[in-house]
């Protein structure tokens, strides 16, 4: 069941809590709080990169993947995740849409910061991935705004199957404005596309902005924007 209530987390810091889908479900939404349907605010969540978490799943599923939220259709405000080395593996014709804080999202999100260690996905067997520094899937509806990613992504892919990398957001349909990223993205396999901002631009960007090339540096860590 989707979380239906309020969580105003008062900027107080959850750390190292793991999650997992539920079993037997065609669609799997994979996060902190599953799958969000009124409203979250204030909630910072730090994961220690030392203990990194993966999600698998196959034969057709559907994997919503995001480290607060797999999916969002409510509000998401003035929240943040850092630290996160996450991964999806799907094979055998499933889908993954994975992102730094939600996977895919029809609501709201404002204000808010995704600072992914590690964000990655493995394919093989006709499988397919979309991957974004903050959201994975950006539905028709969805609104992001005032909003950044950074870190580092990757996509693993086999000769049957292919990925989208992108900084912000995997795949877009809806609105994104003032919102930036500056993420290392590295890629494996033959079918793999990356861009530094948003794949697939059906929806609505203004005045956003991405960082494509030197290296820099961010809470210790080096990364090459691409």
């Known amino acids: 069941a989707p979380f239906n209530g309020t969580y105003d987390g008062s900027c107080y810091t959850i750390q190292n809590v793991r999650f997992k889908p539920k079993a ?4 799997y939404y994979a996060g902190l709080f599953g799958y969000s ?14 203990t990194p978490l993966t999600i698998a799943q196959a034969k057709g599923a559907y994997l919503y993947l995001g480290t607060l939220a797999g999916g969002n259709s409510g509000e998401i405000s003035n929240c943040a995740v850092a630290g996160v080395k996450l ?4 094979f055998e014709s499933a889908f ?14 404002s204000n808010c910061a995704a600072e992914s260690a590690l964000l990655s996905t493995g394919n093989s067997v006709f499988s397919y991935s979309y991957v ?4 994975g899937r950006n539905q028709t509806g969805g609104a992001i705004q005032y909003s950044y990613a ?4 990757t996509a693993d892919v086999d000769r049957t199957s292919n990925a989208r990398l992108c900084g912000f957001v995997g795949y877009n349909y809806g609105v994104i404005t003032n ?10 396999g033959e079918d793999v596309t990356t861009y530094g901002f948003c794949g697939d631009a059906r929806g609505s960007q203004e005045h ?11 809470r210790d860590g080096a990364y090459n924007a691409s």
């Not at 974004?132 to 959201?135: A, E, P, T, Y």
């Open 132 to 135: 974004g520094g903050l959201v």
């Open 179 to 188: 919102c930036y990223a500056a993420v290392n993205l590295e890629s494996s």
């Open 37 to 50: 349907a009124k409203t979250l605010r204030n909630v910072v969540y730090l994961k220690e990169a030392q």
């Open 24 to 27: 037997g479900e065609s669609r």
């Open 96 to 109: 993954v849409y994975a992102g730094g804080l939600v996977g895919e999202n029809s609501g709201i999100i």
């Open 208 to 218: 956003n902005c991405f960082l494509n090339e030197e290296n820099f540096e961010y």
């Open 150 to 153: 950074v870190g580092k992504l």
């Open 87 to 90: 991964q999806g593996k799907v």
